[in-house]
């Protein structure tokens, strides 16, 4: 089992900045890619960042040079470091975790942060 805790998220002007962070506690040696997703009021959840073990990233489009996903293989974090945010970036953020299982993966989430963005 695979336990995931996020920080960071909050109440931000557009145009400003935030930091969110997560912690992998448990069965972290089992943990392949780490990322976030989000999920906005009436949408679905939709893939922001996320790293590969190896470092290997990919983007949503929509956050491609403003947002920068990293990760601390040692302390079993994973962090998004949030520029330039917008409005329509106001969404409940997840941290996920790919665990793998013996020949299976399955998906690991955290509870959630706010990240609300005013105009």
């Known amino acids: 089992q695979v336990h995931l805790v996020e920080s960071g998220g909050g109440l931000v002007q557009a145009g400003g900045s935030l930091r969110l962070s997560c912690a992998a506690s448990?069965?972290?040696?089992?943990?392949?890619?780490m990322g976030w997703y989000r999920q906005a009021p009436g949408k679905h959840r939709e893939l922001v960042a996320r790293i590969t073990s190896g470092a290997t990233t990919d983007y949503a489009d929509s956050v491609k040079g403003r947002f920068i996903i990293s990760r601390d293989n040692a302390k079993s974090t994973v962090n998004l470091q949030m520029y330039s945010l917008k409005p329509e970036d106001t969404a409940v953020y997840y941290c996920?975790?790919?665990?793998?299982?013996?020949?299976?993966?399955?998906?690991?989430w955290g509870q959630g942060t706010q990240v609300t963005v005013s105009s």
């Open positions: 996920n975790a790919l665990v793998v299982a013996g020949q299976n993966e399955y998906d690991s």
């Open positions: 448990g069965s972290i040696f089992s943990i392949n890619a």
